[in-house]
T-cell receptor, first 109, second 118 residues
Framework: GQNIDQPTEMTATEGAIVQINCTYQTSGFNGLFWYQQHAGEAPTFLSY??LDGLEEKGRFSSFLSRSKGYSYLLLKELQMKDSASYLCAVMDSNYQLIWGAGTKLIIKP | GAVVSQHPSWVICKSGTSVKIECRSLDFQATTMFWYRQFPKQSLMLMAT?????????EQGVEKDKFLINHASLTLSTLTVTSAHPEDSSFYIC??????????????FGPGTRLTVT
């Protein structure tokens, strides 16, 4: 079966750094996405990784290791507005997105 | 670019009635559109995938006669919830993607429609 695992909830402090992990087992791999979703809103695109390594985009970075079936999203200089759910999704061999359950990130002052 | 709109943003309907939700890609042609449902504190659940001009492919457990999907053009897909019941109350989100290069596999999400069935 196909499976995406990520922690249910994480708490971090404003100004700090947090790493959200995602492990996956899918039938085929055509890339991994990270989305941010604020409560009551639709997801918004953060990053896409298809090759191993780190992709940096401002305060957010995403890392992929295909051999380990592992990715992480790194958020630096946390701000209160970063409080949201972070969804990991893998595109399988049929180019369908398999979604993780999401990690709720709580930022404390 | 890559804006997807949904209408209505929220709707309240009585049990037994039908509700239509529209999903439009405003500045690109969406060869594929996806319909998701999300219950509170849960992740997105893919309901169906539709390609323009062809019948939608429904995920296991989703009743195609209850959730009617029409992808009549490259910019419009509609989801009709027929004979709605309170358990259909949820957040319905559509997304769209084009075909072509690597970056077109990104799905662009609409803002979602919150359906409440009383």
């Amino acid at each position: 079966g196909q499976n995406i695992d990520q922690p249910t909830e994480m708490t971090a402090t404003e100004g700090a750094i947090v790493q959200i992990n995602c492990t996956y087992q899918t039938s085929g791999f055509n890339g991994l996405f990270w989305y941010q979703q604020h409560a009551g809103e639709a997801p918004t695109f953060l990053s896409y990784n298809v090759l191993d390594g780190l992709e940096e985009k401002g305060r957010f970075s995403s890392f992929l290791s295909r051999s380990k079936g592992y990715s992480y999203l790194l958020l630096k200089e946390l701000q209160m507005k970063d409080s949201a759910s972070y969804l990991c999704a893998v595109m399988d061999s049929n180019y369908q997105l398999i979604w993780g359950a999401g990690t709720k990130l709580i930022i404390k002052p | 670019g890559a804006v997807v709109s949904q209408h209505p943003s929220w709707v309240i309907c009585k049990s037994g009635t039908s509700v239509k939700i529209e999903c439009r890609s405003l500045d690109f042609q969406a060869t594929t559109m996806f319909w998701y449902r999300q219950f509170p504190k849960q992740s997105l659940m893919l309901m169906a995938t539709s390609n323009e001009g062809s019948k939608a492919t429904y995920e296991q457990g989703v009743e195609k006669d209850k959730f009617l999907i029409n992808h009549a053009s490259l910019t419009l897909s509609t989801l009709t919830v027929t004979s709605a019941h309170p358990e259909d109350s949820s957040f319905y989100i559509c997304s769209a993607r084009t075909s072509g290069d690597r970056f077109s596999y990104e799905q662009y999400f609409g803002p979602g429609t919150r359906l409440t069935v009383t």
